[in-house]
Structure formats: C-alpha cells, structure tokens
C-alpha cells in the first residue's frame, strides 16, 4: 500500500505548499479543507485534480508551488519521538550498505521511523525490513510517521518493541542496521543473524563510540576490517556568475561504520599496517629485510 507518486492531486493525497520564502506546508487534501495561513486562506478544492508543479494563490494574493513531498523532505519534518537519521545519511546507508530490493533487513533503534522509510523504498515489495526498538513511545511515533508517508500498514515491515539481543529471532538475514548509543554490544548478536558476505552498519554520533565500535567488530573475528566515514554536504549560491558556497552547511550529523560477515569458521587475514611515524619498532622484532616495503621503519 502507499501514495500515488505521480499525477493529477486527489482527495487523501499529501500535498507539500512552498511559499516565496521557501517555507514549506504538508497538507492532506480533504473535498471541503482549506489551507490557513496568515497569508490568507486556500482551499483544497483548488489543489485536487491539478497536475503537481502547479501554482496556487492564497486569498491574501500569495503564491504557492504544489508538489508531492520528497521523502527526504518528509522526514526532516516528520513528528519526532527521536531525532531522525538525516537523508544524506540514511542515503548513504541505503548505498554505502548496499541495501537491495528483495533484500532481508533488520534495524536496531527505530527513533521517529525516518530511515525505515527508506529502507522500506529500497526492499521494494519482495524485501522485508524488521525494527526494533526498546522505548514504546518511540515505536508509537514511528508506526504513525511511517504509516502516514505509505498511506498505510506495509506488509513488508514488522516493527518488535523490546531490546535487540534479547529479541532478535531471525537468521539469514542480508543487512543489519544499528543505530543506538553502545551498537558493539550488538555485534554478536548480529554475527548470528548474518548471512555470510552479509553487511552490518553502524551510525554513532561521537569518535569514543565509533572507536569501539570498529574495535569490537575487528576483535570479534567474524568480519571484515571496519569501514569508518562521514559526510558532510555543502549547497552552494548560483546566481548568474555569483557562485560561492552557502554560509551554512550540513556538518557532522554521525559517523558510519560498515563491515561484511565473513563465513562460518573463517577468520579474515591479519590486516598488515605500516608504523605509524615516530613509533619505535624493537629491534628484537626487525627481521626482515630491507626490502620488504612493510618493514619500514625510517622517520623522514
């Protein structure tokens, strides 16, 4: 179940108004609604059976663009129980995480139920996304929130309310999503539930829980060495031949941590590093010989 995503508005439809200032009104059209605003009223009926991109005039001579929202502009004003996973970064889950369509995912930390709209767009029909999510208030809000952008219950979602490793009853699973304060208490459980060459994804907001939260998963000996970015996204002002960077930007919001589960009984190779300069190596343990490049041990 879910919106139409093209053609003409009908009544049920939600309807994104942005006035000259760019600010931005979520309407459900309704056959007898109106629009209020300060800038004058606009009804419903005006909207319904009009093509998206259309503009309309409120009573007080202002005008609006219609168009259906996007769903990332969605969850940046969705009623929230828990801040949401900003688009750039759940985009960059859906595909630094590869999460396909058909695909068998779980979610640990549901908050206001903003990256489980995308991931429910990314499964498609054949896929199936199970959350779960210790607070019942969080659970609450995201059912609403994300029942509302579909238009309705989806089948392919099941939403448990209960703590991850308790409740996690699942296996063979494709993807594993945590978003929660201490996901490295996690990263057995999902080591259990993984299929191999399945991908575990970790958003934490601080640097001491993105450390040990790549530790744990190379110490655990059941995945691939960590991955570990950010991103930052700057909009820039192009007028003409005026191009500059926005005074504002979007900053850190997270990190992510990516990995991908080895199979049963494989352990991955030691990952060879070179010494970091100034470190002193034991002269016990330089055996090798010049020309081994990883042997290296000269500060220049």
Known sequence: M???????FQAGDQVQLTDPKNKRHTVTLKEDGVFHTH????????????????V???????????????LSDYTLSMPRGAAVIYPKDSAQIVGMADIFPGARVVEAGVGSGALTCFLLRAVGSEGTVTSYERREDFAEVATKNVEKFYGGPMDQWRLVVGDFVESLDESDVD????DMLAPWEC????????????????????TTQLSRTVETLREHGSFTEPHAWETLVRDWHVEGLAVRPDHRMVGHTGFLVTARR????????????????????????STSTPHDDDSATTVR
């Open 2 to 8: 879910g919106f139409r995503r093209h053609g003409p």
């Open 39 to 54: 800038k004058g009223g606009i009804p419903h009926c005006e909207l319904i059976g009009q093509p998206e991109g259309s």
């Open 56 to 70: 309309v005039r409120s009573s007080g001579g202002t005008q609006y663009l219609a168009f259906r929202h996007l």
């Open 175 to 178: 993807r594993i999503i945590l």
């Open 187 to 206: 990263v057995d459980a999902a080591s259990k539930a993984l299929t191999p060459g399945g991908v575990i994804c970790c958003y934490v907001a601080t």
């Open 262 to 285: 080895m199979a049963d009984g494989v352990t991955p190779p030691p990952r060879r590093r070179r010494p970091a300069k100034g470190v002193q190596v034991e002269e016990s343990t």
